[in-house]
């Protein structure tokens, strides 16, 4: 049986021996992520990377819950984590980069009854959030 002192021994070299796996694992999901985001790059002519303030700029949070940006809770629109995942944009468009871009430019050229607003959104801008959608 181990004493009580010897605990704290047990714990740090299981820590230790637990570090090469974290980091590698650490090491997986960034090289991951970073693949994800090139193919988003690729398929939007977007930078995933400048669409968060864009989101805030054109009021996307307030209708959108839109993982990783910061206040974007809405409860109005869709939901839009796992948009790349989805056959259909807005219910009535085929997924892809092409669609999306133009969705979020004018909705109501794919529904004229949809309740997203034209923002006002640039096709360059719009580029730019498909690509941040896509890489989620």
């Known amino acids: 049986m181990q004493s009580a002192c010897a605990w704290p021994r047990i714990i740090v ?5 637990g570090a090469p ?4 694992l650490a090491v997986t999901l960034v090289k991951s992520k970073l693949k994800q985001d090139a193919v988003a790059q690729a398929l939007t002519g977007g930078d995933p990377a400048l669409a ?6 054109y009021g996307c949070v307030g209708c959108h819950t839109i ?5 974007a809770d809405g ?11 989805q056959v259909y944009i807005g219910g009535v468009a085929n997924n892809s980069a092409d669609n999306l871009v133009t ?3 004018s909705p109501q050229r794919f529904s004229a009854n949809s309740a ?18 896509y890489a989620l």
């Open 67 to 71: 993982p990783g940006v910061p206040g």
């Open 13 to 17: 070299v299981g820590l230790l021996l």
């Open 116 to 133: 997203m607003p034209a923002t006002g959104i640039t096709e360059a801008e719009a580029r730019h959030l498909a690509a941040y959608l």
């Open 103 to 105: 969705w979020i430019v």
């Open 52 to 57: 968060p303030p864009i989101f805030r700029r």
């Open 75 to 85: 409860k109005v629109g869709g939901q839009l984590g796992g948009l790349s995942q």
């Open 21 to 24: 796996l974290l980091t590698g």
